[in-house]
């Protein structure tokens, strides 16, 4: 059986080492860029043979992580995409859910959560313990009829977290008081199901995507 090879894209040296580290030892193969740039002209002169994915940061120097994602698309170069996004990064990572992603760690990340990731990566007919998918009639009307235990205001608010807004801002938008932000959010997130701010762009993604 070939090596699974994983690719890391991430400018952070201290992260890629420990990540090397750790994934050299579950037996993968590593091949490690702090430079998307490089990792763009290495990946196209050399395309991968075998098994691979892709580690890939959303906030890098020069060019992001989407940036890379999408020249290596163009160029013929698929890899599933595990995205890495920091605390705040939410638009960020719908928008990677939107270009294909496998899915997004918000770091940092426990190390059961990047083998769950990479085991999804490497074997897609296995899916991460997630909000089930359009393609899953049963499991989507499930979804939409959770989606559509919202009321009006909590739509609002879910839009407005989506869009990377304080409680505060929120607050203003909607002419509200911050306590009363805190309570929609509260309530949307358990009508959802969700147990974190990443969990609940996972499923507006689904949602948005049925």
């Not at 991460?128 to 939409?144: F, K, N, Q, T, V």
């Not at 009363?180 to 147990?195: C, F, Q, Y």
């Amino acid at each position: 059986m070939a090596a699974r090879t994983v690719f890391i894209v991430d400018d952070n040296n201290e992260f890629r080492l420990s990540a090397q580290w750790l994934l050299a030892g579950a037996g993968y193969q590593v091949v490690d860029f702090a430079d998307p740039g490089v990792a763009l002209q290495a990946l196209h002169e050399r395309p991968p043979f075998g098994p691979a994915c892709m580690l890939l940061d959303v906030r890098m120097p020069g060019m992001s992580g989407l940036d890379l994602h999408d020249r290596l698309n163009r160029q013929g170069v698929q890899l599933p995409t595990i995205y890495m996004t920091g605390h705040g990064d939410i638009p960020l990572a719908v928008e990677a859910m939107k270009q294909g992603a496998v899915t997004f760690l918000e770091k940092p990340f426990p190390e059961d959560a990047l083998e769950q990731a990479l085991e999804q990566a490497f074997n897609p007919a296995r899916p991460l313990p997630r909000p089930a998918s359009h393609h899953d009639d049963a499991a989507a009307r499930e979804w939409a009829e959770r989606f559509g235990r919202l009321t009006p205001r909590e739509r609002e608010v879910l839009d407005l977290v989506l869009k990377e807004k304080l409680n505060k801002t929120i607050a203003d938008l909607l002419h509200i008081s911050i306590k009363t932000v805190e309570l929609h959010r509260a309530n949307l997130m358990r009508k959802l199901g969700a147990d974190s701010v990443i969990h609940l762009v996972r499923m507006a993604v689904s949602e948005r995507a049925a």
